[in-house]
């Protein structure tokens, strides 16, 4: 963390999380690895889910591996653009949608 | 990719035409630095250096480096601009191998194959030998390139040859942009078309097989689902059937390397490939079962070294000499780029191999 507060090359110590807590980070990644198995949806399904909410956490690091994770599985560049339409379409809709509260208040307080 | 040039490096002049060059950028910078470790101290780890070979079991002749295309990962280097072609004489020399070889499949690559001039002779010819699996690789368009290739499918299909053709997307836009524009509407005709005569079809025993490899600095899929993926779009969209999917990495050598030199892609992809690296591929990579012949003669431990001005470490190095015993003796000569073959799953001429 010396100039950054992200390094690319952080992403490959990910693992090392267990090392202070290895049951809980064990059982982490154990769970991870089962999600991201070909299931009801395919593997190449839940990477581009995966990038889309990579996205709308902003997650750097998530935003580097499924880029490639997608790319290895054959997914478009506009596959990909969309999918995070569909990530910012969500994330903006539930901004939003509050607005209907800021409208019941309004209309409550000084309707 | 960057924009797919129409021409071989070899007409470019381009430095890296010069097989020394790409040894030496594949044995200094991080590899001499000891930032990342030499494929031999790897594979010394696990006993399995000197590599050796296995069983033969697999003949890859090289017919030529002729293409009618000037894809951007070649390996080869191949396009129209290159002359280098087998003559009869040495494919008479190949045939005296073919007929007495241990090997149970004969692999025919290039280049387009199909432009050598004595190509359908040589497959007639080789085909009387009676070898088990008889594999032409196409590359598709070339079935459409010309009137005289439009009866290929129907020529293959009479000598019974297996025919494995690339593919790296079934959109158009991913497969123009690595194989050339309008690419992918000739292949897609030429499956059809291969696929009319009884090529691809579920039960059929003509054997229509797909090689996918990434279009850019990334590594290939998984190859189960790749083939999945690639069935399911080609027959809904196109109505086109084919067997297996072959899922292979780019080696790090000619146009490719070329290619992510440019595009400052080169250590960070020696570095995937490296981290990739599965003990357990080095068992099954291609060299240790197969000998690659070049369109003169030369005898080589794959195509990828053929490439690499690599010849045989054995005193038999020419197949007027053959001599499948002392061959089978031989040290193989192995640098960084054996990396492309032991990454994930491994990756050979035949798809993963772990
Ligand atoms: S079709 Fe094959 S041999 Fe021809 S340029 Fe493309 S990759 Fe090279
Ligand atoms: S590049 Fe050739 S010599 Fe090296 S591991 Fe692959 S097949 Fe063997």
Redesign the pocket.
């Known amino acids: 963390m010396d100039n950054n507060y992200y390094d690319p090359k952080d992403l490959k110590k990910f693992g090392d999380i267990t090392e202070w807590s290895e049951e809980l980070g064990t059982k982490y990644f154990d769970y991870y690895g089962k999600v991201f198995e070909e299931g009801a949806l395919t593997a190449r399904e839940k990477a581009l889910i995966a990038l889309a909410v990579a996205h709308t956490e902003q997650c750097p690091y998530c935003i580097d591996a499924y880029t490639v994770d997608c790319l290895k599985r054959g997914v478009t560049k506009e596959q990909m653009m969309e999918a995070i339409h569909v990530g910012a379409a969500i994330k903006s809709g539930a901004t939003l949608v509050h607005g209907v509260m800021m409208m019941n208040k309004v209309n409550k307080l000084d309707g | 990719m960057t924009k797919l040039k129409l021409q071989s490096l070899h007409k470019r002049e381009s430095e890296l035409a010069y097989a020394e060059r790409q040894l030496e950028i594949l044995s200094n910078g991080i590899f001499k630095s000891g930032e990342l470790p030499k494929f031999k101290d790897k594979i010394a780890e696990i006993g399995q250096s000197p590599l050796k070979p296995k069983k033969l079991e697999i003949l890859q002749i090289n017919l030529g480096y002729m ?1 009618n ?3 951007s990962h ?1 390996h ?1 280097d ?2 129209p601009d290159r002359k280098e072609i087998m003559t009869r004489e040495t494919m008479k020399q190949c045939l005296e191998v073919i007929k007495n070889t241990g090997a149970h499949t004969l692999d025919l690559t ?3 194959p199909e432009m050598n001039p004595d190509f359908r002779w040589f497959v007639e010819e080789a085909s009387k030998a009676g070898i088990e699996d008889f594999i032409v690789r196409s ?1 598709l368009t070339i079935i459409r390139a010309n009137k005289k290739y439009h009866d290929l499918p129907e020529f293959f299909k009479k000598h019974n040859v297996h025919v494995v053709s ?1 593919m790296p997307h079934w959109t158009k836009g991913k497969t123009d942009k690595q ?1 050339g524009d309008g690419v992918f509407d000739k292949s897609i005709k030429a499956l059809q078309e291969l696929n009319a005569v009884g090529y691809g079809l579920p039960d059929s025993r003509l054997r229509l097989d797909l090689v996918y490899n990434p279009s850019g600095a990334f590594l290939p899929g998984d190859q189960t689902s790749m083939e999945k993926d690639f069935k399911k779009a080609l027959q809904e969209d196109f109505g086109i059937r084919f067997h297996n999917l072959f899922a292979i990495t780019n080696l790090p050598i000619s146009r490719f390397l070329d290619y992510l030199i440019a595009s400052e892609n080169y250590e960070d992809y020696m570095y995937s490939l490296v981290e990739a690296y599965n003990p357990t591929a080095v068992e099954n990579v291609m060299c240790r079962n197969t000998l690659s012949i070049s369109w003169d003669g030369w005898l080589y431990d794959c195509d990828f070294n053929q490439m690499l001005g690599l010849k045989v470490d054995s005193k038999i190095k020419h197949i007027k000499e053959y001599n499948e015993d002392l061959l089978n003796n031989r040290n193989i000569i192995i640098s960084q780029h054996c990396y492309g073959c032991t990454a994930g799953a491994g990756s050979s001429c035949q798809g993963s191999v772990a």
């Open positions: 293409c295309q000037v894809c070649c080869v191949a396009g290039g280049g387009a590359n690339s194989r």
